[in-house]
């Protein structure tokens, strides 16, 4: 059962709307969320998605500019949850242009109405989807829309989906010192494209040269608008592939096992082991076709 309903400014944990059953402060709540929000940032361990506390959960997701938050049983479906949560933050900003917002809040009275729609329907959102799916698949701590910075100064890249499976398992002397050498390599982390349609090869070219950007040598630890890893996985998720597609293999991807990655253009080392160049610098590439009941992975 839904108890409460917060929609808080991003960038300034301004409390825009609230409906509510539960007698608490909605600004105080918003503070409060925003704080530790901004504080599992600053340690780079991404965004929460959600929280439990003795008799409810706290379900939150984000999107450029809002924050939507519901409060719901433990006994409820949080995946379910979490779909109305990311529909709230998108219709929220469709409706209102908040670059241009007065501050005054009781423009967002009549968002009840949309509000009361949006639980009412029963469509559901691909992105969500897909991120519901990958989180089963992959495992890690779930972010949405991701806008991160490979470098001071350079174009921010959106990630549809990240994954945060915490740091690496390792096991050889070779990428331990990698490891240590380069900080930005010791998180497992996944970046998720998903294209609600037919995947084209521009599309897949200009992502993964976008992610060719990321994994710096040396960043200074209070720069807060670098991302600082390097992924360990690639995923490229459609409901349908070109057939263009598969001609980009031999130009973006090199091959090792029978699987295709690429590698950091800032980290793109040749520190030779006795196996040669060290996996640790790879990040893996995967396509997935997107089917009932369960996705099928044509490309790896």
């Given at each position: 059962?839904?108890?409460?309903?917060?929609?808080?400014?991003?960038?300034?944990?301004?409390?825009?709307?609230?409906?509510?059953?539960?007698?608490?402060?909605?600004?105080?709540?918003?503070?409060?969320?925003?704080?530790?929000?901004?504080?599992?940032?600053?340690?780079?361990?991404?965004?929460?998605?959600?929280?439990?506390?003795?008799?409810?959960?706290?379900?939150?997701?984000s999107?450029?500019?809002?924050?939507?938050?519901?409060?719901?049983?433990?006994?409820?479906?949080?995946?379910?949850?979490?779909?109305?949560?990311?529909?709230?933050?998108?219709?929220?900003?469709?409706?209102y242009?908040?670059?241009?917002?007065?501050?005054?809040?009781?423009?967002?009275?009549?968002?009840?109405?949309?509000?009361?729609?949006?639980?009412?329907?029963?469509?559901?959102?691909?992105?969500?989807?897909?991120?519901?799916?990958?989180?089963?698949?992959?495992?890690?701590?779930?972010?949405?829309?991701?806008?991160?910075?490979?470098?001071?100064?350079?174009s921010?890249?959106?990630?549809?989906?990240?994954?945060?499976?915490?740091?690496?398992?390792?096991?050889?002397?070779?990428?331990?010192?990698?490891?240590?050498?380069?900080?930005?390599?010791?998180?497992?982390?996944?970046?998720?494209?998903?294209?609600?349609?037919?995947?084209?090869?521009?599309?897949?070219?200009?992502?993964?040269?976008?992610?060719?950007?990321?994994?710096?040598?040396?960043?200074?630890?209070?720069?807060?608008?670098?991302?600082?890893?390097?992924?360990?996985?690639?995923?490229?998720?459609?409901?349908?592939?070109?057939?263009?597609?598969?001609?980009?293999?031999?130009?973006?991807?090199?091959v090792?096992?029978k699987?295709?990655?690429?590698?950091?253009?800032?980290l793109?080392?040749?520190?030779?082991?006795?196996?040669?160049?060290?996996?640790?610098?790879?990040?893996?590439?995967?396509?997935?076709?997107?089917?009932?009941?369960?996705?099928?992975?044509?490309?790896?």
């Open positions: 059962m839904l108890h409460s309903v917060i929609i808080i400014k991003k960038d300034s944990g301004i409390c825009l709307f609230s409906e509510k059953e539960l007698d608490f402060d909605s600004t105080l709540f918003s503070g409060f969320l925003t704080a530790v929000q901004n504080f599992a940032e600053n340690l780079k361990i991404g965004r929460l998605t959600s929280f439990v506390t003795n008799d409810k959960v706290v379900v939150i997701s999107s450029e500019q809002v924050i939507a938050s519901l409060i719901v049983d433990l006994e409820d479906n949080i995946d379910d949850w979490f779909s109305k949560a990311y529909i709230i933050c998108e219709e929220f900003e469709k409706k242009n908040l670059e241009e917002w007065s501050g005054e809040i009781g423009n967002f009275e009549e968002f009840s109405e949309i509000l009361k729609e949006i639980f009412k329907s029963e469509k559901k959102n691909f992105l969500v989807e897909v991120a519901k799916w990958a989180k089963k698949e992959f495992g890690g701590e779930l972010q949405i829309n991701a806008l991160l910075s490979p470098e001071k100064g350079a921010k890249l959106k990630v549809d989906i990240l994954l945060d499976r915490g740091e690496l398992d390792i096991s050889t002397i070779y990428d331990k010192l990698s490891v240590f050498r380069f900080q930005g390599l010791k998180k497992d982390i996944i970046f998720i494209k998903v294209i609600d349609g037919i995947v084209g090869r521009g599309e897949i070219k200009d992502f993964i040269e976008s992610v060719e950007q990321f994994g710096q040598m040396e960043i200074d630890e209070k720069d807060e608008e670098i991302f600082p890893y390097f992924p360990k996985m690639i995923v490229i998720v459609g409901r349908e592939f070109s057939d263009t597609v598969f001609d980009l293999t031999d130009k973006l991807y090199r090792k096992n699987k295709h990655f690429i590698q950091s253009k800032n793109n080392l040749k520190l030779l082991g006795p196996i040669g160049k060290l996996e640790i610098f790879n990040a893996w590439v995967e396509y997935w076709k997107w089917k009932e009941p369960y996705p099928e992975r044509i490309f790896k």
